[in-house]
Structures are given as structure tokens and as C-alpha cells.
């Protein structure tokens, strides 16, 4: 198929290259000239596990490419995804779906035959039927333009490897015709068995909203649990181990840290929870919430743990690198990071901060340009009082801590994603703290 992908952000980038390794001719579409040009030079802008090598060998093969025209793509493609960014609003609430309906309102007048545009943006249940209509409204070809919402359900860090292998796909349709153009573009992913849920538009509107909010109850759920283990001297990490082999439950999404970030659960989990309120559902409107209250907290509590590990050293003046910048591995995305926001409150409270990450060094720079920044992980520790763990890269659970034991001032861990096994470290002459464990 010829199809076309509208932002090229997080989203869209990998989409595109996906679809393109799916055997479709693919035309991108972003409003930033500079970033077109990258692109098309076959240069990766993000970082995600092995989407450089994927975008550089479809846009030599030709069969992938970019343009900031958005006429250009209607007259290409017979199926248009939009894939543009849809933040928490002004309120801090709501999704902003400013970007969608400015895609449609410059997409649908250039639609002058029949096609499909497939909505991947996170968005308010009802948001399909106001598209459509819009499109509908402004296309020549009037209500022969389709829409159908098909949410994406991408892990950060595995965007290719979710887009190429889902565990599910979710098509919300209101026509036959639609529904055909989602099995088509998809025919290689579902023939291996993946399964494809058909549903109404407003099922497939709830369904990533209550997918992401549940992660995120799931979360907070084990950093309370956590937060009893600290108050009570038990071991969250058995906890999990226990709660985990129980198939009703399992221990995905359970790893006590400083909290979830990034560009999707933290206003997924808001947006969901402004939906159960404008619906009137108020219990679960107070469930929810209760998961964001516990999410926003984490700072405080992580805080509290460093301030407990310095023991009687004030924590003025005290020089702490912070390992991680990214919300989570395998991505160099720094939105809403938790890692950020812990570094942010050390430097408040009068610590000198200097930041490692393996990838986000340089979006972190851009966010936050206050900090020191270290690419190399054993000069970072060098001299420090205290070394913190707030992301949970694998180079740091495979560090060798024998080999950076005499670099700090002080061979002192403060790990804030419970990811380490302490013994090593231990053993190598460290003292290791941990959310919810005993300290040994």
C-alpha cells in the first residue's frame, strides 16, 4: 500500500519505518524542515533500539522518505495515519488534541478520492466522531473519507520491536470499509496470529487510556508497598517475587522506583482519570487519582532515602551523580523524567548534581542545561559523595563496581530502582540502599 504518516515524533518515526519494513511505500510528514532533511539523509533524530539502522535502510532503498508538504501525501496515499503529539492540556488534565485536528484541517481539503485516515494519537473517548466529521466536512471527497482510530500501545525503548511484533492490535471502526484498510495495511502482522480487536470508536478511545492507567495503578501500587516495606523493615523485592508468581497478577510493571514518566503514562493516567470524572464515575475518578498522588510523591520519598544514606554529612554541599536522565531505558526521551526531577530537587535542597546516561545526554542538556553532564560512567562517579541510580540502563547492572570502587569520595549507593543485586556491590567494598529493602 502507499501510505503516509502525519508527525514525525516518537510515534511517527518509528511507525513509518515500520510500515515501510512491512513492504509499503511510505511518505512521512513533519512541519520542521530540519528534521525532514535528516531523515531524508536517512539519520535517526530519536533514539530507539534498532530504528537508526531501520530508517537508514528503508530510505536508501527508496521505499521510505519525508516531506514537510502535507499535499504531497494526500496525493500519494491512499491511507494517512496521524501520529502528531497530543500533551496534557493547560489544565493538567485533558489531552491536547490541538495538533490532530490541525493534521486534519490541513490533510482533509487536499482528499479529492476515497481513503482511510487512521488516528494513532492517545485522545479524549469521542474524539473519532468529531474527526470524521471535520474530515468529512472539508474533504472534495466528502463521506468518502474514512476514519478509524487505531491506538498504539508502544513501550519506549521497544518502538520497533512493539510496532512490528504488537501483542495486540485495536481497530476502532464504523465502517466495513474501514475495517478493510486496517486488515490490509496490517496483513503481515496479523497473519503471524497477532490478534486484531474490531470495536467501536469509543472502545478503541478507552482502550489505551485504561491499558496505561492500570500500568500506572500497577506502579504506584508497589511503591506503597514499597514505602510499608521502608516503614517496616520488609523486603519489597521478596514481595514482588511472591505477588508475581500469582498468574492473576504477575510481576510485569512491578519495580519499586522513583516512578513512571515520559510522554505517555503520566497524562494518560490524567487524561483517564478526567474522563471517569466528566462521566461522573467518581469512585473510580478517586482510585485513580490516588495512583498519581502516589506517582508524584516518589521525589519526596527518594529524597528522604538519599538524605538517610549520607547518614549524619549534610546534604548542602554534597556532590551526588545521578546515573540516568531518560525516563527509562532504552530511549533518549526525557519528558516528565523522573531521573530529571530527583536531580532538579537535589540541586534545591544544595547538592552539586552531575548527571550520566548512555544515550539522553544531549536531550537532557537541552531540558536542562543546569546540570554537569559526564559521557564517560566511570568519570562520572569521580570524587562523588554519593552515587544515586534513577534510571535503570542495563550498563549499570553490569558495571563492574570492583573496578569503580575507589573513584568516589565516598563508595555510596543510593539505588532508586530497586535493579541492582547488592551483594556484588556489597562484597566490592559499597554501601548500597535500595527503595523498600534492608539496608545490610
Known sequence: MRVSVIGCGHLGIPHAAAM????????????????????????????????????????????LRFTTDISEAAGFAELHFIGVGTPIDADGRSYDTAQVYGAIRKLAPHLDRPCTIVGKSTVTVGTTSQVTALAQRLAPAGDQVDVVWNPEFLREGHAVEDTLRPDRLIAGVSTTEGEKAIRAVYAKIIDTGVPIFVTDPQTAELAKGAANTYLGLKISYINAVADMCEAAGGDVAQIVDILGIDPRIGAGGMRPGIGYGGGCLPKDVR??????????????????????????????????????????????????????????????????????????????????????????????????????????????????????????????????????????????????????????????????????????
Open 271 to 440: 487524561a483517564f482519570t478526567a474522563s471517569a470524572q466528566q462521566l461522573g464515575v467518581e469512585h473510580a475518578a478517586a482510585l485513580l487519582r490516588a495512583a498519581e498522588v502516589i506517582n508524584e510523591n516518589r521525589t519526596a520519598v527518594a529524597l528522604d532515602l538519599i538524605t538517610r544514606a549520607l547518614g549524619d554529612r549534610p546534604i548542602v554541599g554534597s556532590r551526588i551523580t545521578v546515573w540516568g536522565a531518560a525516563f527509562k531505558p532504552g530511549t533518549n526521551d526525557v519528558r516528565e523524567s523522573p531521573a530529571l526531577a530527583l536531580a532538579q530537587r537535589l540541586q534545591q535542597v544544595g547538592a552539586t548534581v552531575t548527571i550520566h546516561d548512555p544515550q539522553a545526554v544531549a536531550t537532557a542538556m537541552v531540558r536542562n542545561p543546569e546540570f554537569d553532564y559526564v559521557e564517560d560512567l566511570t568519570a562520572s562517579v569521580d570524587a562523588a559523595d554519593l552515587v544515586v541510580l534513577a534510571t535503570e540502563w542495563p550498563e549499570y547492572r553490569h558495571v563492574d563496581p570492583q573496578a569503580l570502587v575507589q573513584h568516589p569520595a565516598t563508595p555510596l549507593l543510593v539505588d532508586c530502582r530497586t535493579t541492582l543485586e547488592p551483594e556484588p556491590w556489597r562484597a566490592a567494598g559499597w554501601t548500597v540502599h535500595q527503595l523498600g529493602r534492608p539496608t545490610k
Open 20 to 63: 515501510a519494513e512491512l513492504g509499503h511505500d511510505v511518505l512521512g510528514v513533519d512541519l520542521d524542515q530540519a528534521k525532514v532533511a535528516r531523515l531524508n539523509a536517512g539519520e535517526c533524530p530519536i533514539f530507539e533500539v534498532g530504528l537508526p539502522e531501520l530508517l537508514a535502510r528503508h530510505v536508501a532503498s527508496g521505499r
